[in-house]
């Protein structure tokens, strides 16, 4: 079973020969942190009495809602801007998806904002297209800019399009598909520059269509078989298909007579997103609180792990980390915020969660998922009998240690920690020749920057600051990472996910980096305090190994 087949028979919940033994993927299920603000009171106005699903009627509304509120403001990660731009896919089977009736909502506050404007001033949540998707020149020309050819009197001929945003709905996204590929279509790629933010400039003599700045958000809606037979291997792995955030989402219930929202009701939206589009026309990036940026620490190590992710999976959520940004901008900006607090990180890091399960159903099988779950866990074994032996171990030693699996099994487990920057692989010569020794070392640092798997990154006090930073050992063990700061000193302690509560440094005498800490907390686990390269961080540039006072 190839994996494009696999789409439609996770979803169905086929049965493959080679996964009877195996639980079907679930769909996955709407939690309360997802209800946040007014994304939230649109989920539960849509759902009232109906039979939407919320996360439909609220992913269809945060994708229009972040074209309203414009490209003015931004939150700043690195050398990028961040807005709060969406592409968002609704992804249901035929006749239970309720794609049109999870949309509705969002027209109707749309409208509402619009209603009683002036016809010659522009529409206050921007411009609207429902009409279909055929090529890189009809999008630009939907926002284009004023023409560089002038009339007799020196005026452009073609004034252009003053408001750059532009929300597009394509209710057939396996239209957008099958023209993109088509011989000679330059659409997707004009979707992905769109994505980012760059100008749209189709690069042809006869045709000078250009639209700069644009910002623009699609809502789209398809079902599995038309995801299955439209979205190629290209689309898949070219940064087309991870720019969408995909939602699973169906009718609920059976619901005969479905209640209208009330007129009032949809009025107070459309008056609250007024307020935040006024709100978001000020120019200039947007504050982060030290809560939102520890929440988001412990998502990006996990999300860099992957560890349990099959690979397919992995490259569709490539590009959550910024999505992480731009939902949470969203949430901020609707509340009429100039910084992105911790609750606006945990809304958005939920409708991730949720995201990424709906990417694991309709992308995925149990059997992938299962042998990255088995990768996971011997890939843990892995770690620890390394640690055990002091921190290196040739190869077939290691595979008796950890119970003899196959050459493929140990592959893919070693592959994942070598690209969680966990272990290096090393060869050797082979005494009296032969196919070289392959040894496993563990890394002080990898993939994720200096501070290794168990250290965390300064914080922004602490880089302003220039104070020494102690990253220090867990306490617990684990794959997930949870960041606590204490109150009285800038020092981070990394707990893990499977422990049922995190583990809090004290800020009282020193700490001992050789595996236990001085202050009282509990000895590292893999090593219990006599000292391993984890505990150590061996090799790790600038990091003092005695006690030292904090």
Known sequence: MTAKTKVTAAIANAVDPCEEDLPPLQAPEVTPAMFYGLVGDVMRAAADGTEVHPAAAGLAFMSFAGVALGRNRYVQIGDTPHHARLYTVHVGRSSIAGKGMALALTVRVRLACEYGRAPLLSALAGNFHDGGLSSREG???????????????????????????????????????????RDGNTL?????????????????KTNRTRASKPHIGMHACITPGELESALGTQ??????????????????????FPAATPTATVEALAQRLKGAIDHAATEGGIAVSAGARDRFAVFYRAHRHGFGTSMLVRGLL???????????????LLDGLDEITEGHMNAAL????????????????????????????????????????GGAMDREPLRLAIGKPSKRDLDAALGQRIDA??????????????????????????????????GSAPSEKQTADAAPFVPVCSAVGGDGDQTVQTAEAPLFVESHARQQTAQTAQTSGGVSLSGQHSSGTAPCPRCDGEGCPYCNHVGMPGIVREEVDV
């Open 139 to 181: 999008l630009a020309w939907l926002i284009r800019d004023a023409s560089d050819t002038n009339d007799k009197d020196g005026e452009p001929i073609d004034a252009g399009v003053s408001d750059k945003r532009l929300f597009v709905v394509e209710e057939e996204l396996a239209n957008v598909l099958k023209q993109s590929a």
């Open 188 to 204: 997707s790629a004009a979707i992905r520059s769109a994505w980012d933010g760059h100008d749209i400039a189709p690069a042809t």
């Open 235 to 256: 689309e898949l792995t070219n940064g087309f298909a991870n720019r969408f955030l995909f939602c699973w989402a169906e009718r609920r219930g059976i619901v005969p």
């Open 318 to 332: 490539e590009r959550y980390p910024p999505y992480a940004w731009r939902l949470a901008l969203l949430f901020a």
């Open 421 to 454: 920057g966990e272990i290096a692989e090393a060869s050797e010569p082979r005494q009296g020749g032969g196919r070289p020794l392959r040894r496993y070392v563990l890394k002080g640092a990898g993939k994720f920057g200096q501070f290794g798997r168990f």
């Open 350 to 389: 939920a409708w991730l969660a949720y995201c990424r399960e709906s990417t694991t159903l309709v992308f995925s099988s149990a059997t992938l998922e299962a042998e990255a779950g088995d990768a996971a866990e011997l890939g843990e074994k892995i770690i620890n009998e390394i640690t055990r032996a």
